[in-house]
């Protein structure tokens, strides 16, 4: 697999001028409403670790990322007014520690006005005379960044431009598959790695080989979880030395193209058929739920209708008994699965604007009950979200149920079998169409 994708930005180069277009049209209704002329977005600085003089990873502001495929330029900065070509403000210092930025290149380029600037002093000189008609969006740590602006983040310009953002364009759709296949190419390697009994920092080496990334290239930590660690939700430990047993293998691993993420899931057994069942009776209730993702429907009557159907796998797989209402009402199911169901995918892993209901900024409550449910919103066409339904053995949460009405539905004996393999969780990336989804991860799985 080619690291860079040189090969697909042919195709990406067509799509991306339409894509710049919605851009700018979001940006001049939030300066419309904000009482702007002009907005600069700050691609954001490293910072520098307490008492010491090595920095963080650098992470672009997810905001300059939606105009640029740039997620390694601190110290730039993208001017916009409306009607005018954007203005990009390359910082390209003169420094032999580091790597230099290299000359602006690609399909994006020509829609620019690009100016290098190798000195933060040299910033002032190419934005708008008028501060006072301008904001800016980004994360301003020395107010001298702000060139004088005050208006940083103002809220009726961030919750119009967060709450669009959860519709993706064309381009970013066609990002976004390219960023569904490299993950999906690491999965298979980290599977391979897994059946060849390797360790947890093992198989997160090869899955990082498979998708060309170092560790800070990928969209989140690597979540890679043999044997009962995969009951631990963000299990990132990685252990240097194999198991003397290894029974089952849970990967929650995503890569990036251009600053766009891939979320993806999988769940193995090393041999036990029994466990193999309880993923594939998991893996086909992911699926049923994929197959309801459509416009119109409302997240949250996905997420409670999900926890109906765990209900049901666990009668069926005899870790619990009792009907799916009496399951849901005394916390049964939430001891297994209390996680969301997904979350909006884009820039950001868990992408923002996942509560908005409007561009206003009103925000929707999860339901009740169920509090770390990301996205609560009525699907909209193109729209990425995931769809991760999950099932584990939490000590801690089983044994709240000690003491009430819970108690006696659970079966403890296969709570004791299931123990030891941790959990299973099916992770997918679809997109929302009318009457219809696309599975970008499956369909990544498939073109391997």
């Not at 994360?139 to 103002?154: C, H, L, S, T, W």
């Not at 849901?328 to 996680?339: D, I, K, N, Q, Y």
């Not at 923002?352 to 990301?374: A, K, Q, Y």
């Not at 539905?409 to 123990?419: A, C, G, Q, S």
Request: with cysteine.
């Amino acid at each position: 697999m080619k690291s860079d994708y040189t090969d697909k930005n042919s195709s990406l180069g067509s799509l991306y001028g339409d894509h710049l277009e919605t851009i700018t049209a979001r940006h001049d209704h939030a300066l419309e409403q904000a009482g702007a002329s002009h907005v600069l977005i700050y691609s954001g600085n490293p910072k520098v670790a307490f008492l010491d003089d090595h920095y963080y990873p650098f992470k672009a502001n997810p905001h300059f990322v939606s105009w640029v495929p740039l997620t390694r330029l601190p110290f730039s900065y993208l001017i916009y007014t409306p009607g005018e070509a954007p203005v990009l403000l390359y910082f390209q210092p003169q420094d032999y520690w580091h790597v230099v930025p290299g000359t602006p290149d690609g399909y994006w380029t020509r829609h620019f006005d690009i100016r290098i600037v190798n000195a933060i002093e040299d910033i002032a000189a190419h934005l708008p005379k008028q501060r006072e008609k301008c904001i800016v969006i980004g994360e301003i740590d020395d107010e001298a960044m702000a060139f004088g602006i005050e208006r940083v983040n103002p809220n009726t310009a961030i919750n119009i431009l967060h709450y669009a953002r959860g519709i993706k364009t064309d381009y970013e759709l066609a990002v976004m598959r390219l960023a569904a296949e490299r993950g999906a190419a690491g999965h298979r390697a980290a599977e391979a790695a897994f059946r060849e009994g390797r360790s947890e920092f093992d198989i997160h080496r090869s899955y990082c080989e498979a998708v060309s990334h170092t560790d800070e290239e990928l969209p989140y930590g690597n979540i890679v979880a043999l044997n009962e660690h995969g009951a631990v939700l963000h299990y990132t430990d990685l252990d240097r030395a194999s198991p003397a047993v290894t029974v089952s293998f849970l990967i929650d691993a995503g890569a990036q193209v251009h600053g766009y993420a891939s979320d993806i899931t999988r769940t193995y057994s090393f041999g036990d058929m029994r466990f193999q069942g309880l993923i594939d009776r998991i893996d086909r209730m992911q699926q049923e739920i994929v197959a309801k993702v459509e416009v119109g429907v409302d997240y949250r009557d996905l997420h409670v209708n999900t926890h109906r159907m765990l209900a049901e796998v666990l009668v069926d797989t005899e870790l619990a008994k009792g009907d799916p209402d009496t399951l849901l009402e005394t916390g049964v199911t939430s001891a297994f699965f209390p996680h969301g169901l997904g979350h909006l995918l884009g820039i950001q892993v868990h992408d923002v604007g996942g509560f908005m209901e409007n561009e206003s900024g009103t925000t929707i409550d999860p339901p009740s009950g169920h509090p770390f449910l990301r996205l609560t919103r009525v699907l909209e066409q193109n729209m990425v979200l995931t769809i991760e339904p999950g099932l584990y053995v939490i000590d801690m949460l089983l044994e709240n149920l000690r003491g009430t009405p819970a108690e006696k539905l659970v079966k403890w004996d296969t709570i004791d079998w299931l123990r030891p393999f941790g959990g299973i969780r099916i992770e997918d990336d679809v997109r929302v169409l009318v009457n219809d989804r696309e599975n970008l991860t499956r369909d990544a799985f498939a073109l391997l």
